[in-house]
């Protein structure tokens, strides 16, 4: 355990809400490092990830989960189910809410989810930049306020830094008293290659046309620093369905994977402090979303519940 002045708070908070509403910028924003991938697109997010916020008195450990929706597929339903096993794993939840386009069916399915936590809710009503005139945003607070009339509804944008003072303020006083969890210039619970890994799923969500990118799964092969120079070596294959994909992700002249590598590599050097050399590999893996071996092996089947 790590020592701790007298009153130190620490705690573990679930981060929840339907796909896109910008759980994960919240978390990257409030850390102060990117720890998650984010993306336009919905459902970008496929596992529970801790971005860790430490303090001199107190450690936020915000755990970053999928969006809930209605899932049909095997893949798509682990992926809530996990969003809802971490409901009931923490000290409280901050539930997210898209200011500029609330109440939608999807967050009724999260309030009902919540409906049976017996925990305290925080609820951040997120991309209020977005909802012009201004004063369209105050019958949005009380529709929230009424769906949960137990909690604090804290309009924010995390892109533009709006209000996030406020809500650590409000997230403060729901963390219980604790020693902390994680050494303080730890970020994430995550290991350096799985950080990696999504920072390279990332790119290929914000730089693919269409549904490509949610066939797309990422492994880092091989890591290590070169002797003798700054310079980390790796090597990461990205798996796709189909042969079709895997052209797309190449690209003519292997242009889009160019792309894909370089805004990669520059990123991974910013969060790992050193140079990198990246190779990337693009390989077929038939139908994985629909085989509980490999998600297992990409890290995206519960092992139990
Ligand atoms: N205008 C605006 N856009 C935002 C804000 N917060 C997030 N976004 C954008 O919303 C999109 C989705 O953000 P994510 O953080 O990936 O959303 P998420 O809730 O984690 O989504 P899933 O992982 O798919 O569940 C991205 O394009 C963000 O840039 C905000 O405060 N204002
Ligand atoms: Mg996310």
């Not at 201004?134 to 804290?154: D, G, H, M, T, Y």
């Not at 797309?248 to 050193?274: D, N, P």
Request: glycine share 6%; with cysteine.
């Amino acid at each position: 355990m790590i020592d701790a002045p007298p009153g130190h708070k620490a705690g573990f908070i679930a981060v929840v809400g339907r796909p896109n509403v910008g759980k994960s910028t919240l978390i990257n924003r409030v850390v102060g490092q990117k720890v998650v991938a984010v993306s336009p697109k919905p459902q970008t997010t496929r596992n529970r990830v801790a971005g860790v916020r430490t303090t001199q008195s107190y450690q936020m450990i915000f755990l970053d989960t999928p969006g809930i929706h209605h899932a049909e597929t095997l893949f798509n339903r682990e992926m809530v189910k996990l969003a809802r096993k971490t409901l009931a794993e923490v000290d409280f939840i901050l539930w997210v809410i898209d200011a500029s386009n609330p109440l939608s069916d999807e967050d009724q399915l999260v309030r009902g989810y919540l409906e049976d936590i017996k925990v305290p809710v925080v609820l951040a009503l997120n991309k209020v930049d977005l909802v012009k005139p201004k004063q369209r945003l105050l019958p949005v607070i009380e529709r929230c306020q009424k769906l949960v009339p137990s909690a604090e509804v804290v309009p924010i944008s995390a892109t533009e830094g709006v209000n996030l003072n406020l809500l650590e303020e409000v997230l403060l006083r729901y963390l219980p008293e604790a020693p902390p969890f994680f050494p303080p210039e730890q970020a994430t619970d995550q290991p350096p290659h799985l950080v990696v890994a999504e920072i390279i799923r990332e790119k290929v969500f914000e730089l693919v046309h269409q549904e490509i990118p949610y066939a797309v799964a990422v492994r880092v092969d091989e890591m290590e620093e070169r002797p003798g120079a700054d310079l980390v070596d790796i090597q990461a294959t990205i798996y796709v369905e189909r042969d079709s994909q895997k052209g797309i992700i190449i690209g003519e002249g292997g242009r889009m994977l160019k792309r894909i590598g370089q805004q990669a590599r520059q990123e991974i050097e910013r969060v790992l402090g050193t140079r990198v050399y990246l190779g990337l590999w693009v390989k077929v893996h038939k139908a994985w979303r629909k085989n509980e071996d490999a998600l297992r092996r990409f890290g995206y089947l519960l092992k139990s519940g």
